[in-house]
């Protein structure tokens, strides 16, 4: 039977990552999964170019039922480390907005990067290589593979989260918590497109395809990105931002005008241009297929001069003021990430060790630690991993 120091289920950003950094310590590495091809979720991030990390990384950007947890990992290994590696193998790059690093080129850089960081440290990668069982036994753990059996002293699990089920996401890791008394805190998805009720869904299905900037808020919690119009509903990346604070039943605040004051607009421009229609003015500083459905709905036809007060206030709810209740999401199908997941209260925060289990180790988006869109999770990824790698 074959044995080794460390044995990784699962070859994404954080399995590779763990195997490739605890090869370099001078463990013996074994990392399988039941895909063909390593890294799948990495190679179709940021439209195939990797939003591999991001450079406002802080604590505050990420949610958990514990807050706290993340700190230690993203201070240990932080996005200037990985940012280092990155530069070291020659990969371009560059900011897109808000401090989101993507590569230059294809996100096949980045998975080809953590290949070689594996073969450095001598980690042995097996693929189409199912996980059946995990058993403990004295000094480690026992774990069947479709391949055959393996025994080893440390165990990281590493196989994700439910989102993208098309690119292999599974269970497993809900599974080994389950089996060894590791708490899991409710999963949802999360960095996912709100959808509608069928009544406000006809409604705006007119203006599917067409994109603006917003700022949408649910409670005290906002975002001020890109929103889009779809079939479903909405997405866009300030929708992604707030789905993972939204809640059934909850209703979502959407100011289709961010950074103006629509009163004191709407007043310059009725004293300035009165006989300018209310739609034409609408039209230059929102989409004007948006601008038509808000003078439809609020009944609006004439010219700006002959709007009353209660248009006018029922013009500018509109538009910087839009109050909207998804029924819910499109699900694990399109979710980027899993919200919730292994229970922190039962890791510890320096290993991501489990404490009751000495030698099993959960890392990466299996964790309940979920960050902003922006690179964010793979930035959790990578200081999860690194954290674990450190103490196998």
């Known amino acids: 039977m074959r044995e080794f120091d460390v044995v990784v289920i699962g070859a994404g950003a954080a399995g590779m990552m763990c195997a490739?950094?605890?090869?370099?310590?001078?463990?013996?590495?074994?990392?399988?999964?039941?895909?063909?091809?390593?890294?799948?979720k990495i190679r179709i991030s940021g439209g195939g170019r990797c939003n591999f990390t991001n450079i406002h990384t802080t604590p505050d950007r990420f949610l958990s039922a514990n807050p706290r947890f993340a700190i230690s990992a993203l201070k240990r290994y932080t996005a200037t480390d990985f940012i280092a590696l990155v530069e070291r193998y020659g990969i371009a790059y560059h900011e897109k907005t808000l401090g989101q690093l993507f590569c230059d080129g294809s996100s096949q850089q980045i998975i080809d990067m953590l290949?070689?960081?594996?073969?450095?440290?001598?980690?042995?990668?097996?693929?189409?290589?199912?996980?059946?069982?995990?058993?403990?036994?004295?000094?480690?753990?026992?774990?069947?593979?479709?391949?055959?059996?393996?025994?080893?002293?440390s165990l990281v699990v590493a196989t994700g989260g439910k989102s993208i089920p098309k690119m292999g996401?599974?269970?497993?890791?809900?599974?080994?918590?389950?089996?060894?008394?590791?708490?899991?805190?409710?999963?949802?998805?999360?960095?996912?497109?709100?959808?509608?009720?069928?009544?406000?869904?006809?409604?705006?299905?007119?203006?599917?395809?067409i994109g603006l900037d917003v700022r949408v808020a649910r409670g005290k919690t906002r975002f001020d990105e890109a929103m889009l119009f779809t079939h479903r509903g909405l997405s866009g990346p300030a929708i992604l931002q707030i789905s993972s604070y939204w809640?059934?039943?909850?209703?979502?605040?959407?100011?289709?005008?961010?950074?103006?004051?629509?009163?004191?607009w709407l007043q310059a421009a009725r004293g300035s241009?009165?006989?300018?229609s209310v739609l034409n003015a609408l039209a230059e500083i929102l989409p004007r297929r948006v601008a038509q459905k808000i003078v439809d709905d609020c009944g609006i036809c004439g010219n700006l001069a002959d709007l009353s007060k209660t248009q006018s206030a029922r013009l500018v709810a509109a538009v910087a003021?839009?109050?909207?209740?998804?029924?819910?999401?499109?699900?694990?199908?399109?979710?980027?990430?899993?919200?919730?997941?292994?229970?922190t209260n039962a890791l510890d925060a320096k290993t991501m060790g489990?404490?009751?289990?000495?030698?099993?180790?959960?890392?990466?988006?299996?964790?309940?630690?979920?960050g902003w869109l922006g690179g964010y999770n793979f930035q959790w990824a990578w200081a999860s991993a690194w954290s674990a790698a450190q103490a196998v």
């Open 115 to 153: 290949r070689n960081e594996m073969e450095a440290g001598g980690a042995v990668l097996e693929l189409e290589t199912q996980a059946i069982s995990v058993a403990r036994e004295e000094g480690g753990f026992l774990v069947a593979l479709s391949t055959g059996p393996v025994r080893c002293a």
């Open 20 to 40: 490739a950094v605890a090869g370099q310590r001078g463990r013996s590495v074994l990392v399988t999964d039941h895909a063909d091809a390593p890294g799948k």
């Open 354 to 370: 489990v404490k009751a289990v000495p030698g099993l180790y959960f890392v990466g988006e299996a964790v309940d630690v979920t």
């Open 169 to 209: 996401a599974t269970g497993f890791a809900y599974q080994v918590a389950e089996q060894f008394g590791v708490p899991v805190v409710e999963t949802r998805p999360a960095l996912v497109p709100m959808t509608f009720e069928a009544g406000l869904l006809e409604t705006i299905k007119p203006l599917a395809g």
């Open 273 to 276: 241009r009165g006989k300018q």
């Open 321 to 343: 003021d839009w109050r909207v209740k998804p029924v819910g999401s499109e699900g694990y199908r399109t979710a980027e990430v899993t919200l919730g997941g292994i229970d």
């Open 247 to 264: 809640r059934e039943g909850d209703e979502m605040a959407i100011d289709m005008a961010p950074g103006r004051n629509m009163a004191d």
